[in-house]
């Protein structure tokens, strides 16, 4: 089904790959201010955290010092007490103020420690929550991206791809991408102002020491790097895994009555759960990886101290070195290892976040096959001549053309009707005229201009569709009814559904016009939704309307008033019409014949009933369901 | 679809204060089944926290019996009477010295490892329960899919079925990974940490752990805020996703009327909203952890100033001669273990409170009862002949309002009968009980005599082929869709179904034949060549009982004959029903129906209908009005 797809693709992947995520942390330009914000803050809290255990370093030589008067002032019996006091080279007098001031000086610091803690916790909310804003900020300009961006892409890109899928890339992955940006990208850039700052103290209080925890430093990195190779494509393959398992799902879902009525339960709960399987493992593939990398690193930190304490044993017994301040070197040892837990953490989100992030790239940078020229022409009105010069199209890249060199010139006001049998090209052409999809060949003139040389919107605007399909969109009736009009006054649309044979049956409703409509039009029968899609675009008032089968979900009493409707309102309109009643056919004032694809003949019901078996056979056959009782009635 | 959306959000939070409980118990239910691997992460997680808490005892000893030499503090070793005097060690003792103190690193690094590896496979075990459970949940939700009968697909959107099985099992995904277990270690670590400390010092130790209840309450507190905040979020990025799916459904139609940028300004503004409640939930998820933290600060300043005081014997109650400057420092080192998987807990809660949320979703999705239950002792319906009677049957969609009012009809073997009726006449309810899609509210409807609802719907419905108006197709080759009915038909049984109803050709012509993979609404495939393939899927089946719904809707009228002229040889002897708008199909018919508001109205075939110029008269006449203006077709060929 894309074989169109395969060839280029790979090439761009492998560009792609790495920069995806540095390329999504790019889009940070639109939200400067509050990532500076945060920024900011995460160094304010920083520093201030940095000074907590100097000041409990503080406290713990006043302890000491008073300790020390306290034992030295309870010496019995009292010469042997002033002998020590002297030869500590203090008095009695000033000991005892030591030993006052110490329980003082300890509560004044304890004061700043938790002034210093509310002060940190001020500015570390004021990250964490610029933070958070940034990254709903980025996730919301991700997902307006993929919107519009999914929104303009051409019909083909939707056939080729699953509703289920596209879901998960504009839920699940920018949540993964959201979750980098909010937790791990400031995380790091905070794991690293913390390792540096630490390492710098470190290195003043004991380089000797320091050179140690230098030598297990990069060991956790290189295994941060290896963690982050070997999982990105773990992640990557559990959201793949985890898209094919909702696609089956959506399809149990959406065709919930095939399934009950084929009697495929088993079988598709197999299919599910294999899918299930796929997943499961999957997870657990990633979960011996990751059960292992949190206490690994925790691990590699604690061995860290422990190594610390084997090195620090040879100086503290030569006397180089106090245990207070192998006990000050600790405390800052504990700092160094938090944040290299928490790139442990971030090293995870980042594999996550950057497979997520390809994946969404990979729908931004899809490239419609319809495209605007920089350049096109804005119609501000259209007459409404068409001519398809040589027209051929292909729906894929390879594969027999569904067109094959169609030509034919249709004048303003003119109604054109396609005959011909299922999959012959009467769909397609209509396709072609709002340009859902491009010729491959061959061009398509609407007042002269090629309409690859309009802007999609004049183009559009200026024809009115009934798709076979009818999709309706949550909302009332009458906001349905305006779909292409939202500005269309209350008597407007009332007009457009009685034209279309739909005001009635809306009035039949308590709420009427204000009647909610739900997803797919559910509370409508197929009859009703049908004539809202008429009514909509019949308010249109386009100067080209295409009809597509439209009213084929419409009992016959119903149909025959659609069908005034509508003959009433092409007049004057250029207008193509997939229809099998004759009436239409009759009144056509080009009739195309089409046959796999080709102009097997063209031209009035006069001439092609005189001139063309291939119509007249038609006619015949297409006769048969409208035929008038009387010649049917015996 | 908001307004749902929204209403069942509101039930839940409403529902939820009782229901915490009874969500919890139905985890437990699923849990149960790896009670081995439950208690091997106990088992594990305890073993972990054990090696953990033993390392600063090693190392205190290493402190205490080679470096700072105490022999009242000194269990490892018999501390020799020279290390206390000498300052600076030399010579053998500082090589003996040395090397006790590498003997507890190794120890310690020993226990590290330990450590590590209990918990890795604690996390592991944890993991493989949790993955488990989700499976089965996963599972149990299709089936349930499977089981809920038309009636409630049609009441609900198919959004948000999706989400329950989607983005609720996700959530459980984050809650059963990490968070559980990280609850799970923090649990028995502060446990543990906390009767240790009551042991040392027990006076110490309350002033010291006074903080937590504090911080019990401001996580509680701030945890209740978010909750409340979050659930306005879910609910708003509920109504994002479901802008998103309506606008992929209904892409053709946003660019045919040019809609994309009120369609993109639209969910921009749900998008925002989106926004908007989760950056207000951040609030107070951002204020949480500083505050904790702050807290812990305030801890650690209580323990110094407590400690210290104690040891000046400025404290009253606590005597100075129980405090040491080791236990003021092994104090400050079991509060802060005790502190950070606090923090983590309350970083967790937000998690673990979504994680019961969404278990809340599914089993009320779980619980929902199917309208349509198969009877335990149902029997399978033997191989069908075709008499199908509707015995006053009565059906309604909502209670009280009926779609058919006392429809009484007898259908003998090999006949085809056509529904006609306006728009909500009822002729689909009809087709929608013989399948045992739904059920009649009073009456019966029999094949053969038997009630279908005492045979099993497998036996039922595999002898019944059906085609409908909106055809759906799977997103796998042309060849598998047709061979949906019957997966064991060869390749060449396949195509001779596909000949058989005039689809062989366009086949044949796409570009990888019967190998071509359909996108999820047959992309490339025009509605008639789509309806083409679900026919041929039918033809394949052979089915004993055929219902045709608008089946022929988009296909031309050429077509149409080829399909009636096969199923005309396959059904020989077969019941058929059949709605069609087109008079061709039904005027063959040996019985038509004439519905009309719930009700049988008129019955006979089409000659006796006419003759009788009632209902069916009339409405065949309308169309025929609206014909009329039109000149009169000349060369009238065929019949």
New interface residues.
């Given amino acids: ?1 894309s ?1 169109g797809q395969t060839g280029p693709r790979p090439k761009r992947r492998e560009k792609r790959g790495s920069g995806a995520l540095t390329r999504a942390i790019g889009y940070l330009r639109n939200h400067r201010r509050t990532t500076g914000i945060a920024l900011g803050a995460l160094i304010v809290a920083t520093v201030v955290q940095l000074m ?1 255990p100097q000041l ?1 370093q503080n ?2 030589t ?3 010092d ?2 020390r008067a ?1 034992v030295l002032l309870s010496i019995e019996p009292e010469f042997a007490r002033q002998a020590a006091v002297r030869l500590a080279g203090e008095t009695v007098e000033s000991l005892d103020l030591q ?1 006052v001031a ?2 003082q000086l ?2 004044n610091t ?1 004061v700043i ?2 002034a ?3 002060f ?3 500015f ?2 004021v990250q ?2 610029m933070a ?2 940034t990254s ?2 980025l ?2 300009d991700f ?2 991206a993929i ?2 961006k ?4 051409s ?2 890109y ?7 899928q ?3 890339r ?3 992955d920018v949540e993964n991408l959201r979750l980098f940006i909010a937790q791990g990208l400031l995380g790091a850039v905070q794991a690293f102002l913390l390792l540096s700052l630490t390492l710098v103290i470190l290195f003043l209080s004991s380089a000797r020491l320091a050179l140690v925890v230098v030598a297990i430093l990069p060991l956790t990195f290189i295994i941060f790097a290896v963690f982050g190779r070997i999982s990105q494509p773990l992640f990557a393959e559990v959201q793949r895994r985890l898209s094919n ?3 089956v ?17 088993r ?3 197999e299919r ?2 294999a899918a ?2 796929a ?2 493992e999957q ?2 593939l990633v ?2 990886t ?3 990398l ?3 690193i ?2 590699i930190a ?2 860290g ?3 610390i ?2 090195a620090a ?2 100086p ?4 180089e070195l106090t ?1 207070g301040q192998y ?1 000050a070197f600790s405390l800052y040892l504990a700092l160094l290892f938090i944040p290299l837990g928490n790139l442990g953490f971030i090293v995870s989100l980042l594999a996550q976040a950057s497979a997520s992030a390809e994946r969404i790239f990979e729908i931004l940078d899809a490239e419609s096959d319809v495209k605007e020229k920089p350049n096109a022409l804005h119609l501000d009105d259209m007459r409404g001549d068409v001519a398809f010069e040589h027209v051929t199209f292909r ?2 890249n ?3 053309p569904v067109l094959k060199d169609v030509s034919f010139t249709v004048k303003a006001g003119q109604t054109v009707a396609l ?5 012959s090209g ?3 052409i209509i396709n072609l005229i ?1 340009r ?1 999809y491009d010729v491959s060949e061959g061009r398509i003139t609407i007042d002269g201009h090629d309409i690859r040389d309009l802007t ?2 004049s183009l ?2 200026h ?1 009115g ?1 009934v ?3 009818t ?4 909302g009332t009736i009458r906001d349905n009814i305006a ?2 009009r ?1 500005d269309a006054s209350d008597v407007e649309v009332m007009e457009a559904a009685k034209a279309a044979a739909a005001h009635d ?1 809306i009035m039949s409703f308590p709420e009427g016009y204000n009647t ?1 409509v ?3 039009g ?1 509370t409508l ?4 939704k049908q004539r809202i899609a008429i009514a ?1 675009a019949l308010l ?1 008032k386009p100067s080209i309307l295409i009809l597509d ?1 439209s009213t ?10 659609i ?2 409707a509508l003959d009433h309102l092409m007049q004057g309109r250029t207008s193509f019409v997939i229809a ?4 239409t056919v ?2 056509a004032d080009l009739i195309l014949v089409l046959d ?1 694809g080709q102009i097997v003949a063209s031209g009035t019901h006069d001439d092609l ?1 005189e001139h063309s078996p291939v119509y ?14 009387s ?4 | ?3 749902d959306g929204g209403r069942q959000l509101l039930n839940q939070e409403t529902a939820r204060p009782k229901s915490v409980a009874a969500t919890l118990g139905r985890f437990w239910a699923y849990f149960r089944h790896y009670w081995v691997a439950l208690l091997s992460v106990l088992a594990l997680t305890l073993g972990a926290v054990w090696a953990g808490i033993q ?1 600063p005892l090693v ?1 205190e000893q ?2 205490n019996c ?3 030499p105490n022999p009242q503090a000194c269990t490892y070793v018999q501390v020799p009477p020279e290390w206390m005097t000498a ?3 030399t010579g053998d003792a ?1 090589g003996a ?2 090397r006790g ?2 003997e507890l ?1 190794l120890i ?2 020993g226990l ?2 330990m ?3 209990l ?3 604690a ?2 075990a944890m ?2 329960a949790g ?2 459970v ?2 089965r949940l ?2 149990e939700m ?2 349930q ?2 089981r809920l009968s ?1 009636g409630y ?2 009441k609900n ?3 948000d ?2 989400s329950r ?3 609720d099992v ?1 959530t459980l ?1 984050q809650t059963f ?1 990490f968070a559980l277990m990280q609850v799970v270690t923090a649990v028995l670590n502060v446990g543990w940490i906390i009767i240790v400390m009551l042991q040392r010092q027990w006076e110490f130790a309350l002033l010291s752990l006074s903080i937590v209840p504090v911080m019990l309450a401001v996580t509680w507190y701030f945890s209740g805020q978010a909750r409340k905040a979050f659930r306005r979020a879910r609910r708003e ?1 509920g109504s ?3 802008n ?17 940028e ?3 300004a639209q ?2 503004t749900s ?2 909203a ?2 908007a409640a ?2 207000r939930a ?2 107070y ?3 949480l ?3 904790l ?3 812990s ?2 801890n ?3 323990v ?2 407590v ?3 104690g ?4 404290i009253p109650f606590i005597d100075k001669s129980t405090i040491s ?1 080791g236990l ?2 092994a104090f ?1 080192l079991y509060t802060q273990r005790a502190t950070q998987p606090i923090q983590q807990i309350a970083l967790l809660w937000a998690n673990v409170q979504s994680g019961i949320a969404g278990g809340e979703r599914i089993f009320s999705f779980l619980d929902e009862r199917p309208d349509v239950v198969e009877l335990p002792n149902a029997k399978p319906l033997p191989p069908i002949e075709g008499r199908v009677t509707f015995e006053h049957v009565s059906a309604e969609y909502v209670k009280g309002e009926k779609v058919l009012d006392d429809v009484n009809f007898e259908v003998q073997p090999g006949q085809m009968i056509a529904l ?5 006449a009822g002729k689909t309810t009809v087709i929608n009980l013989i ?1 045992r ?1 739904y059920d009649v509210s009073s009456g019966a409807v029999k094949i053969d005599g038997v009630d279908v609802r005492t045979v099993t ?2 036996s039922l ?2 002898q ?1 082929g ?1 085609v ?3 055809t ?1 197709l ?2 796998t080759t042309v060849m598998e869709n047709i061979r ?2 019957r ?1 064991d038909a060869t390749d060449e049984e396949v195509i001779a179904a596909a000949k058989l109803v005039a689809a062989h ?2 086949i044949e ?3 990888d034949g019967y190998q ?6 047959g ?7 789509r ?2 393939i679900a026919i041929a ?1 039918v033809a394949l ?1 052979n089915p004993r009982l055929l219902i045709l719904d ?1 089946a022929t ?7 149409e ?1 080829i399909i009636q002229a096969a199923f005309d040889k396959l059904l020989r002897g077969r019941t058929s029903f059949v709605i069609a ?4 199909t039904i ?1 063959s018919a040996d019985q038509i129906y004439m519905l009309k508001a719930g009700r049988i109205v008129e019955h006979g075939t089409h ?1 006796e209908l ?1 003759a009788r110029r009632g209902e069916y008269y009339a ?9 009329e ?11």
Avoid: C, W
């Fill in positions: 089904m074989q907590v409990i406290m713990f006043f302890i000491t008073g300790f306290d030993r110490a329980g300890l509560l304890a420690v938790v210093a803690a509310i940190r916790g001020a570390a909310f964490t929550y958070e804003t709903q900020g996730a919301f997902r307006n919107f519009s999914i929104s303009r892409l019909f083909s939707y056939d080729r791809n699953q509703t289920g596209l879901m998960i504009a839920t699940s398992l909702n696609t799902l959506q399809e149990n879902v959406a065709g919930i009555k095939v399934v009950r009525a084929f009697v495929r339960e079988q598709e709960a599910f759960y299930t399987d997943f499961y997870q657990l979960g011996r990751f059960s292992f949190f206490p690994l925790f691990s604690q061995a101290t422990l190594l304490l084997g044993a040879e503290i017994l030569r006397g245990i006990q729906y894929f390879s594969g027999e005959l011909g049998s299922t999959g009467k769909t397609t709002p859902f999609l919107d559009r605007s024809i569709i798709l076979q399909e999709n309706l969109f949550s779909f292409g939202p049956f909610p739900g997803e797919r559910s029968s197929g009859g009703q909509r249109l089968d084929s979900a419409v009992d016959f009493a119903t149909e025959a008033k069908q005034q099998q009643r004759i009436s009759r009144n796999k009933l007249a056979e038609i006619f015949n056959s297409q006769l048969v369901g409208d035929a008038a009782p010649t049917q009635g015996a | 679809m908001f307004m390392i190392t290493a402190v080679y470096l700072v300052a600076g060690a500082l010295r040395l103190v590498g690193v310690a690094l590290l490892a450590n590590g590896t918990i890795g496979s996390f592991y993991r493989y993955q488990n989700i499976r996963q599972r299709l089936h899919i499977h038309l697909y049609s959107e198919a959004g079925v999706m099985v989607t983005n996700d995904q990974g990025i994002v996703n479901a998103l799916q309506e606008s992929i459904a209904g892409a053709r139609e946003v660019q045919a009327f040019n809609r994309e009120e369609a993109i969910f921009m998008n925002d989106n926004r989760n950056v951040a609030l998820t951002s204020a952890s500083p505050v933290e702050a807290l600060y305030v650690l300043g209580i110094v100033v400690g210290g005081l040891l000046l014997g400025m400057i003021v420092i400050i006609v009726g306006p728009t909500g399948p899609f719907t497998d419905r595999s019944i059906i409908l108006q909106d759906y799977f997103s949906y009915g997966p050709d366009f012509r796409l570009p071509t993979v359909l996108g999820e609404r992309g490339g495939l025009s509605q008639g060549q309806q083409l899927r089946m608008e809707s988009s296909v031309d009228t050429r077509t004959r708008h087109r008079l061709s005027r000659e006419m409405l065949y006449m309308s169309q025929f009005k609206a014909q203006d039109a000149p009169q077709p000349v060369p009238v060929a065929g019949d």
